[in-house]
């Protein structure tokens, strides 16, 4: 799975801007699969919620905090996110939580740009030692509603 961990080149970036853009860690065969998955998966869509864009739109999610066995639990664990997260972050990573963000496209509401780390904080993280890997299976464009 994946083409393997980031390389060290990247680990400046993230330590000059928070966060890097790796294009092609995962090949479209890869994605497919996870974009199938959450498309066809009724237990994720049963576990989703609503919340509010402040804007008057809603965007669904679900969230979890075990990664478990199912292809949601297999990229979180994955040798390249994994290796990856280790490097930027300097040390051993453990798994803090996924989330799928379920937008559709033109009808679904916004989901604005923000920092991770307030929201963890209020979850009693103290140190700001996480990261998160984003993961877009479907093309992120203006007309669908890019990030």
Not at 16 to 24: K, M, Y
Not at 78 to 94: F, K, P, Q, R
Request: hydrophobic share 40%; with cysteine; proline share 3%.
């Amino acid at each position: 799975m994946a083409r393997g961990p980031l390389g060290n080149q990247f680990l400046s970036e993230y330590e000059r801007n928070g966060f890097v853009i790796a294009r092609g860690m995962f090949n479209r065969e890869e994605i497919g699969l996870l974009r199938r998955a959450a498309k066809e998966d009724r237990e994720l869509d049963q576990h989703s919620f609503g919340r509010a864009d402040g804007e008057g739109g809603v965007v669904r999610l679900s969230l979890w905090n075990h990664p478990g066995d199912t292809i949601y639990g297999m990229f979180a664990r994955c040798e390249s996110i994994v290796n990856s997260a280790e490097m930027l972050l300097g040390g051993e990573v453990y798994h803090y939580h996924s989330k799928m963000i379920m937008k559709d496209a033109k009808v679904g509401g916004a989901w604005a740009w923000h920092q991770d780390y307030g929201y963890w904080y209020e979850n009693g993280v103290l140190f700001p030692d996480l990261t998160s890997a984003f993961l877009a299976v479907d093309p992120a464009t203006r007309e669908n509603g890019c990030m």
